[in-house]
């Protein structure tokens, strides 16, 4: 098994800024933290760089991806609408340790954040985070539409059910007691919110992503 890379972590504006060595560390810095603004780096040289340069050159913009997709299919794709949120999960394994956001496309302006669930899967935790999102529009009555990179999570939505292979544990029972909520929501809740696939390989990573890959 080969071992996992060690990661640092910038975190720019939370509860306390710097960089840290794990992502725990990190999270405690970001949760409930509104407008949190953090980033991962394969070094610490890397990330003690980043936090001095500020995050402008970081967050909200991809300096890197360039699309291998062809000017006619960009141009059939377009752009990402603005009036627009993501969502993303993320896992650390699978089954493992799993949380979801949602973020403001444009400025990657963090919203929402749950988790860490034990033994949860990205399925699940990205189904969870479209459903968080619909609700979220719904009382903030915003006409913003919702991205999401999971296919699978939509179709569940369309059939107002986690078709989860995972079994029910201990150890998992509330994150399934969330999932029963986000079902009884979908099924006594009417929304008009337009839920869209995110373009990964036209526009990069969705900007909800975690930044562990």
């Not at 991962?40 to 991806?65: L, M, Q, V, W």
Request: glycine share 8%; charged share 30%.
């Amino acid at each position: 098994m080969s071992k996992k890379k060690k990661k640092y972590y910038t975190v720019w504006k939370g509860h306390n800024a710097g960089v840290f060595e794990t992502w725990d560390d990190c999270k405690a810095q970001i949760k409930n933290f509104k407008g949190a603004q953090y980033k991962s780096f394969k070094t610490f040289d890397a990330a003690k760089k980043a936090y001095r340069e500020g995050p402008k050159e970081f967050i909200g913009k991809s300096k890197t991806f360039k699309s291998e997709l062809s000017e006619e299919q960009l141009k059939k794709i377009g752009e990402p609408n603005p009036n627009s949120i993501c969502v993303d999960a993320a896992v650390s394994g699978n089954p493992g340790k799993m949380e979801y956001r949602g973020v403001e496309t444009k400025t990657k302006r963090q919203l929402f954040i749950q988790g860490p669930f034990e033994e949860g899967t990205n399925n699940i935790g990205e189904f969870l985070a479209i459903v968080h999102g619909l609700a979220f529009l719904k009382q903030k009555k915003s006409n913003r539409i919702i991205y999401t990179d999971s296919r699978t999570a939509m179709s569940w939505i369309k059939k107002k059910n986690c078709n989860t292979k995972l079994k029910k544990t201990d150890k998992n029972k509330p994150l399934f007691e969330l999932v029963d909520r986000a079902i009884n929501w979908l099924k006594e809740n009417k929304f008009s919110t337009t839920i869209v696939k995110w373009e990964t390989k036209a526009w990069g990573e969705i900007p909800a992503d975690f930044g562990r890959k």
